[in-house]
């Protein structure tokens, strides 16, 4: 996969925090943030798909089984 960069600019708290995380994680804290940046688009990805249902009535007050990984 192609790869291009960007920049990010952190609060000195939030860096700390994501530092700890990634030596924990065993990670550096790039592929901490380039992973956590990754999942959160494959979640908003599977959110987005829509219920086939003709009255969006019906899918305010229906149960949707979210399954957890």
Same mark, same amino acid.
């Given at each position: ?7 990010? @600019?952190?609060?000195? @708290?939030?860096?700390?925090?994501? @530092? ?10 790039? @592929? ?38």
């Amino acid at each position: 996969m192609a790869k291009s960069s960007i920049s990010v @600019e952190l609060e000195i @708290e939030v860096k700390k925090i994501l @530092e700890k995380r990634a030596k924990r994680e065993l990670l550096t804290l790039r @592929e901490l943030v380039s992973d956590i940046l990754r999942r959160s688009a494959l979640s908003t990805k599977e959110s987005t798909k829509k219920d086939n249902v003709d009255d969006p009535f019906i899918s305010y007050f229906s149960r949707k089984n979210r399954k957890r990984k």
